[in-house]
Antibody, heavy 116, light 107 residues
Framework: EVQLVESGGGLVQPGGSLRLSCAAS????????MHWVRQAPGKGLVWVSR????????NYADSVKGRFTISRDNAENTLYLQMNSLRAEDTAMYYC?????????WGQGTLVTVSS | EIVMTQSPATLSVSLGERATLSCRAS??????LAWYQQNPGQAPRLLIY???TRATGIPARFSGSGSGTEFTLTISSLQSEDFAVYFC?????????FGQGNKVEIK
């Protein structure tokens, strides 16, 4: 069974940092592109970042470029999102997801709240 | 960035009736379109990919059609578990983008 389990969310002050993790199991993690997608409370879904199966290629939404860094450890079957210089508008549920063509599995999400 | 526009924002439907949801892309995305269902407090679930292919385990009452810029998701006979929010999403160009969602509610 495919499982994606996010962790690392929480309350952080503006300008602070957080590192999200996503533990993957039930599939060959190193064969899949992986993604972070976020959803602000009561709002729609927004792509944050993606990383290729071997970690050599990454893409970011303009809103997080230069502040967030996606990475992966294929030996540990884990995806990461390092988030720096956090802003109030980064407050959202952050989902980890995998794709082959479209995204086919999502984690349950971890909530990030940026507030003083 | 490709803009995805869904209509209507809210659709009120009775149990057993048909629901038709529309999604328009601001430029050609071929058939690189997916539909997701999201219930409150839950993660999205993939229903359709490639504009018309049902994902594993998705009931046959869900069908997708279209290509290019115009797409449709049809739920042939609404069941109680189908009342949810539905998002379309293009994966033709980065950044992948979502529509704002169609809420299907009980009439």
């Amino acid at each position: 069974e495919v499982q994606l389990v996010e962790s690392g969310g929480g309350l952080v002050q503006p300008g602070g940092s957080l590192r999200l993790s996503c533990a993957a199991s039930g599939f060959p993690f190193s064969s899949y592109w992986m993604h972070w997608v976020r959803q602000a409370p009561g709002k729609g879904l927004v792509w944050v970042s993606r990383i290729s199966s071997d970690g050599s290629s990454t893409n970011y939404a303009d809103s997080v470029k230069g502040r967030f860094t996606i990475s992966r450890d294929n030996a540990e079957n884990t995806l990461y999102l390092q988030m720096n210089s956090l802003r109030a508008e980064d407050t959202a549920m952050y989902y980890c997801a995998r794709s082959w063509s479209a995204v086919d599995y999502w984690g349950q999400g971890t909530l990030v709240t940026v507030s003083s | 960035e490709i803009v995805m526009t869904q209509s209507p924002a809210t659709l009120s439907v009775s149990l057993g009736e048909r629901a038709t949801l529309s999604c328009r892309a601001s430029q050609n995305i071929n058939s690189n379109l997916a539909w997701y269902q999201q219930n409150p407090g839950q993660a999205p679930r993939l229903l359709i990919y490639g504009a018309s292919t049902r994902a594993t385990g998705i009931p046959a009452r869900f069908s997708g059609s279209g290509s290019g810029t115009e797409f449709t998701l049809t739920i042939s006979s609404l069941q109680s578990e189908d009342f949810a929010v539905y998002f379309c999403q293009q994966y033709n160009n980065w950044p992948w983008t979502f529509g704002q969602g169609n809420k299907v509610e009980i009439k």
